[in-house]
């Protein structure tokens, strides 16, 4: 299952995305977006997680948790159109 992650502080890296989705369960992969032109953090970022019951449950338990002082917007990931 993929998982937008929202509203991360500019200083989260992908390992601090990918350290907090671990203790759900297994995650393949932790991505945050970056602006194109100055390589800086745009806010949110995506995780990929293989177990859909272990990422329901960190979507449940992470949504509005406080991280790094912002609270997140976590959810399933819509398809791109």
Same mark, same amino acid.
């Given at each position: =299952?993929?998982?937008?992650?929202?509203n991360l502080n500019y200083r989260?890296? +992908?390992s601090d995305l990918q350290q907090v989705? +671990?203790?759900y369960g297994r995650v393949n992969s932790a991505k945050v977006i970056k602006d194109r032109d100055t390589g800086r953090s745009k806010?949110?970022?995506?995780v +990929? =997680?293989?177990n859909s019951e272990e990422?329901?449950?960190a979507i449940s338990d992470l949504h509005d948790a406080e991280f790094e002082?912002?609270? =997140?917007?976590v959810k399933e990931a819509l398809p791109r159109p």
């Open positions: =299952m993929n998982i937008y992650v929202g989260v890296r +992908e989705f +671990e203790e806010g949110f970022g995506f +990929e =997680m293989p990422a329901q449950k002082g912002r609270q =997140m917007v």
